[in-house]
């Protein structure tokens, strides 16, 4: 596709089920990261994939935060036993790779999460 | 720890008014400062990417420039079209960490 596709863009769940946010990059990116913006917040890092390096995960919240990339493309997010305070719209977002020439980072429209 | 720290938080400006966005930026080895815009509802949608201190880059009626502690997005006669939130983040020691600011929203009347 022409940019980052993310699936749901909406989702609403009830406390302590599972949510899985699906990421597309755009075709050819090797970078693909996850951000969450909350109501009223900036945006906070969560985790980045670079090829086949091991992931930064320094940015998850919790345990029941992970993520995953197959292939070197689609990333899932996946929160386990969610919580309200886990409302949040999930970005994603995507670049060719490290260095001047692939620094372009690139989001998708976000998935809107809502814990009732 | 890199921050950011964007100003005015919010800046309303008559269509054909032009102004500033600052970003005020500590960071530990800047590999770029970005510029996004965001509209309600949406994701961020990348403006500008600037490397090194004296760049300025040009779009339409945006124009970035950067020094070693801030940058600023000038707005040339703004278009209602132009209203947004304006992101800035910068990119330190760890590619995948963009830390960004808290935005500043701008609102141009007709």
């Known amino acids: 596709g022409a940019g980052v596709s993310q699936s749901p863009s909406n989702k609403v769940t009830e406390k302590g089920k599972d949510v899985e946010l699906r990421c597309d990059p755009i075709?050819?990116?090797?970078?693909l990261y996850w951000y969450r913006q909350s109501l009223g917040q900036g945006l906070e890092f969560l985790i980045y994939?670079?090829?086949?390096?091991?992931?930064?995960k320094s940015g998850l919240p919790s345990d029941r935060f992970s993520a995953e990339r197959t292939g070197g493309s689609v990333s899932t997010l996946t929160i386990q036993r969610t919580q309200q305070e886990d409302s949040a719209v999930y970005l994603c977002?995507?670049?060719?790779?490290?260095?001047?020439?692939?620094?372009?980072?690139?989001f998708g429209e976000g998935s809107w999460l809502t814990v009732v | 720890e890199d921050q950011v720290t964007q100003s005015p938080e919010a800046l309303r400006l008559q269509e054909g008014e032009s102004s500033s966005l600052n970003c005020s930026y500590t960071?530990?080895?800047?590999?770029?400062l970005f510029w996004y815009r965001q509209d309600p509802g949406k994701g961020p949608e990348f403006l500008f990417t600037?490397?090194?201190a004296g760049e300025e880059k040009e779009k339409e009626r945006l124009k970035a420039t950067l020094t070693k502690k801030e940058s600023f997005l000038h707005i040339t006669a703004p278009k209602p079209e132009d209203s947004a939130t304006y992101l800035c983040?910068?990119?330190?020691?760890?590619?995948?960490?963009?830390?960004f600011g808290a935005g500043t929203q701008v609102v141009v009347t007709p």
């Open positions: 600037l490397y090194s």
């Open positions: 994939f670079q090829g086949n390096s091991a992931p930064d």
């Open positions: 960071v530990s080895g800047l590999r770029g």
């Open positions: 977002a995507s670049s060719r790779g490290q260095g001047s020439s692939g620094n372009t980072i690139y």
């Open positions: 075709s050819g990116h090797t970078a």
């Open positions: 983040a910068v990119q330190g020691r760890s590619w995948g960490k963009l830390q």
